[in-house]
């Protein structure tokens, strides 16, 4: 009886052990696990913080080119405008010159 005993008591410690001695290794496997799913969000995270960035650089490139563009159509307004006017002033050069020859021929 002593041996069955002694046997049951050693079966029983046997069986704990093991156990006892793997919850370490499944609270690290948890955790390695627990470590990876946030590592996989960060990297998720960080992916999407370049996207917005890239896309808020893209943004900025249009909106530079557009006001390029613009400063561009402005400008060729500008000389155009010049470039009228210039003409407008030899028009009214041109009439004064002949408006003046005529009041002298008049006068002569």
């Known amino acids: 009886m002593k041996n069955n005993l002694f ?6 410690v046997a069986t704990i052990v093991p156990v006892v001695s793997l ?3 499944a609270h690290a496997a948890s955790s390695k696990a627990t470590q990876n799913i946030q590592s996989t969000r960060l990297e998720f995270l960080n992916n999407q913080s370049k996207s917005v960035k890239d896309i808020q650089a893209t943004r900025l490139d ?3 080119n557009q006001s ?4 561009n159509i402005q400008e060729t ?4 405008l010049d470039t009228q006017s210039k003409a407008s002033g030899k028009v009214q050069s041109t009439r004064l010159d002949g408006l003046d020859a005529r009041s002298k ?3 002569r």
């Open 77 to 80: 307004r500008l000389e155009q």
């Open 23 to 25: 919850a370490p290794t």
């Open 68 to 71: 390029k563009a613009i400063e």
């Open 62 to 64: 249009f909106l530079n």
């Open 7 to 12: 046997a049951a008591l050693l079966l029983t």
């Open 105 to 107: 021929s008049i006068v």
